[in-house]
């Protein structure tokens, strides 16, 4: 990701003369170096000329835009910038920006203190003023408050610095969906075009026709030596490596997993889904396949799932490099018991990155909707703080629900469960998480990640003008069932006709 860009803009003006200016360029550019040196941030924060007039401002924002590489803007106003001097460039600018309300200086010099100082490092009050015409022009933006090397203030920028990664990679994502939506099946439904409005990226249908001649264009001998690769990433029980027809299963997995990946790859293609329903032509449902592919990057949804493969995808960017996987989900099962606790899997499609140990590869029967066996891989996820999160189509808007949740390891082994699973505790308990995902009309699938945090979410969803709830420790349904009704107030009247 060190090829894509913050640009760090800092605002000011002539009033204070070009000593003062030269000081501000050297500071804005201390704090740049700082950040970047921390390695903490997942893209290379850029240190732009401080802007001093209207024509400098719209200027740095119209380079903003067409710059490819540059996924978003950190703004800081050192010393006092009018705000009126924004409002071109605020008006034109398209991508994401961070208000960094910080000072260069932590302490303040109490025996040295002038008013020189005082007119250099004022931000105290300039950010207030910058943060003025944010709120007057109705912009949605991300304030962060401290000191610039304060870890708080770090991890902030480093969390919205992913959700502008996921931002972009939302407006160039492509989604391939082999077949349709699982028949009578609602939530995975949905209006196409409104979300690549409101999200960017493009979803586009394929019959399983065009998959089944790039899969059967697979040699043999590719699958073959697929099969090493298998051999080396997971364990497999020398039963299954010498029965004949356990080969068969992994060596079809291989060129369904090959096929797939030649078809999205050439197609420009970084999430898809399937269909248990749409799979003429093909041996099956592909079961390591698709656990292969998302765990090298694709998004991926069941049973058409389109909004959820997008948002597999999106936050498998925004984790890239953090400890922790990312994987397409569904609320499979409960346990009733001291600390309720929801089992989550799917048929066959849970990804290997989010594994607490290096996954057993077997062959069993699939019995849902088409009857095969399949080999599949078979883990049990990593414990640890973990979310959940379903983007949903509301009809006339977007809604992102977000649940956190605790992984935690399984009281006991499941023998004679042949799909991989991840065992969690969602916040603050089931009762009100479920409810709450519920009266939200939360999907009974989600992407479930490990590394990416509440915050980005967040962060991202406001990057796209789209509601977002959040079920965690402190929900209460009460106030919850107020907020959708509140949301559903302002999104209306924020819409428009
Ligand atoms: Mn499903």
């Given at each position: 990701m060190l090829n894509k860009?913050?640009?760090?803009?800092?605002?000011?003006?002539?009033?204070?003369?070009?000593k003062v200016l030269a000081e501000v360029a050297d500071n804005s550019a201390?704090?740049?170096?700082?950040?970047?040196?921390?390695?903490?941030?997942?893209?290379?924060?850029?240190?732009?000329?401080?802007?001093k007039t209207p024509e400098e401002i719209h200027s740095v924002c119209q380079q903003a835009n067409n710059d490819v590489n540059c996924v978003g803007l950190v703004l800081w106003m050192h010393t006092f910038s009018p705000a009126k001097m924004w409002i071109s460039g605020l008006n034109e600018l398209q991508k994401p920006w961070l208000h960094l309300h910080t000072q260069f200086h932590a302490k303040?010099?109490?025996?040295?203190?002038?008013?020189?100082?005082?007119?250099?490092?004022?931000?105290?009050?300039?950010?207030?003023?910058?943060?003025?015409?944010?709120?007057?022009?109705?912009?949605?933006?991300?304030?962060v408050v401290g000191h610039w090397q304060a870890?708080?203030?770090?991890?902030?920028?480093d969390g919205w610095c992913r959700a502008a990664l996921g931002w972009a990679e939302s407006q160039s994502l492509k989604v391939a969906r082999f077949g349709d939506n699982m028949r009578h099946v609602a939530v995975t439904e949905g209006d196409k075009v409104a979300a690549q409005i409101a999200f960017g990226y493009q979803v586009h249908a394929y019959g399983v026709g065009d998959l089944v001649n790039v899969v059967n264009e697979v040699s043999d001998a590719q699958a073959k030596a697929q099969l090493e690769v298998y051999q080396n990433d997971y364990q497999i029980s020398d039963e299954t490596w010498k029965d004949e027809h356990a080969q068969k299963m992994l060596l079809n997995e291989a060129k369904l997993e090959l096929?797939?990946?030649?078809?999205?790859?050439?197609?420009?293609?970084?999430?898809?889904?399937?269909?248990?329903?749409?799979?003429?032509?093909?041996?099956?449902?592909?079961?390591?396949?698709?656990?292969?592919?998302?765990a090298k990057g694709f998004g991926y949804g069941g049973e058409g799932d389109w909004k959820t493969s997008a948002m597999v995808r999106i936050m498998k960017v925004m984790g890239e490099g953090r400890e922790g996987g990312c994987s397409f989900m569904e609320d499979y099962t409960y346990n009733f018991d001291k600390v309720d606790q929801v089992l989550g899997a799917h048929m066959l499609e849970i990804?290997?990155?989010?594994?607490?140990?290096?996954?057993?590869?077997?062959?069993?029967?699939?019995?849902?909707?088409?009857s095969c066996d399949v080999a599949r891989l078979l883990f049990t996820a990593k414990t640890g703080p973990s979310i959940c999160v379903s983007p949903i189509d509301m009809g006339n808007r977007f809604r992102i629900i977000v649940n956190e949740v605790d992984t935690v390891a399984p009281p006991a082994g499941t023998p004679n469960l042949p799909v991989a699973s991840a065992l969690w505790e969602p916040k603050p308990d089931l009762n009100v998480s479920a409810a709450a995902w519920i009266y939200a009309g939360g999907a009974h699938h989600s992407a479930y990640s490990?590394?990416?945090?509440?915050?980005?979410?967040?962060?991202?969803?406001?990057?796209?003008?789209?509601?977002?709830v959040i079920i965690d420790e402190n929900t209460t349904l009460r106030q919850f069932k107020n907020e959708l009704r509140q949301n559903a107030a302002y999104y209306a009247l924020k819409q428009g006709v």
């Open positions: 860009e913050i640009w760090f803009v800092t605002g000011s003006q002539h009033l204070y003369g070009p201390a704090i740049v170096k700082g950040l970047n040196e921390t390695q903490k941030l997942p893209v290379n924060l850029v240190c732009k000329p401080t802007v303040l010099p109490w025996s040295d203190i002038n008013m020189n100082y005082m007119n250099t490092h004022q931000s105290a009050h300039g950010d207030r003023e910058f943060g003025f015409i944010g709120t007057r022009m109705r912009k949605e933006r991300k304030v870890p708080h203030v770090v991890e902030q920028i096929g797939m990946e030649k078809f999205l790859t050439e197609g420009g293609f970084g999430a898809f889904t399937n269909c248990f329903e749409n799979l003429t032509g093909l041996t099956g449902l592909p079961g390591l396949a698709t656990q292969r592919l998302m990804c290997p990155s989010i594994a607490d140990a290096k996954p057993r590869l077997e062959v069993h029967r699939h019995t849902i909707g088409v490990q590394a990416v945090t509440t915050d980005i979410i967040e962060d991202y969803a406001e990057m796209a003008g789209v509601e977002t």
